[in-house]
């Protein structure tokens, strides 16, 4: 398997498969006979605390997914992930998020990010991640995180993957703007408008007021009747309903 590996490595260097220069990943699969993907994003650019909406297209149904790769080398899958768990699309142009139950919210650090969809005639076993934690590490560092995808995908000369990526920029965000955590909601009533990869410290949290709107705070959760989801010190969601009888804020 070590061998295979280098030799995927040393190909990514000469070569790579949709785009012009190496594969991000090192991945350089053997094409597929009429199987070809693309993927992009709405803008070249994005401030931390947008919401950005990535779009693919393939030209017959496989099995999709897409790689985040930070400015710091770092990678994530975001897709599938527990929100939207399918991996299996049709021919055809899709955009995510698809589901109204999560956000890809962009945060710091600043730099080009990357985004690179392995497209498969045949599913590939990935760690899909939790509610509480939705797009996974793989590795706690970039070089890790590259060999565990070199890891999970079949060797180029299966003949059953194609790759793409794309890169959009990411600025510091103007006045007034900012990135938030998202919680897990468990099912349980409404979800925040979030679910990026933004991550703060404890006391941060979301609240849903008495005439449905949501709020960011940090520190206690606001008074009053509503629903509340808040950081624990341990870094843990914590979830409450708050009542209201008599005389209410």
């Not at 693309?38 to 909406?53: C, L, M, N």
């Not at 979800?191 to 990869?197: A, H, I, R, T, V």
Request: aromatic letters at 12%; one cysteine or more; a neutral charge.
């Amino acid at each position: 398997m070590k061998k295979s590996l280098a030799a995927i490595v040393v190909l990514a260097s000469v070569a790579g498969w949709a785009q012009s220069g190496p594969s991000p990943l090192g991945l350089v699969p053997t094409p597929v006979p009429g199987l070809s993907a693309s993927i992009w994003t709405e803008k070249p650019q994005y401030a931390v605390g947008e919401t950005a909406r990535i779009h693919f297209s393939i030209s017959q149904a496989a099995y999709v997914y897409i790689f985040d790769i930070e400015p710091t080398g770092r990678v994530r899958l975001i897709f599938p992930n527990p929100y939207s768990p399918n991996a299996y699309r049709p021919a055809g142009t899709h955009a995510l998020p698809d589901q109204p139950t999560y956000q890809f919210r962009v945060a710091p650090p600043m730099g080009t990010e990357t985004l690179q969809l392995v497209a498969c005639t045949r599913p590939l076993s990935m760690p899909l991640g939790s509610y509480s934690d939705p797009y996974p590490l793989l590795g706690p560092d970039p070089e890790s995180g590259r060999a565990a995808v070199l890891g999970l995908v079949p060797e180029p000369g299966c003949g059953c993957c194609v790759t793409a990526w794309t890169t959009f920029q990411i600025v510091s965000a103007s006045s007034g703007s900012g990135f938030w955590p998202c919680p897990p909601c468990w099912g349980l009533g409404p979800c925040p408008p979030c679910s990026g990869f933004g991550f703060v410290g404890s006391g941060a949290g979301w609240f849903l007021d008495a005439t449905g709107t949501w709020r960011f705070f940090v520190g206690d959760c606001p008074s009053g009747p509503g629903w509340c989801w808040y950081l624990g010190p341990d870094g843990r969601w914590n979830f409450k309903i708050q009542l209201c009888f008599g005389n209410c804020p």
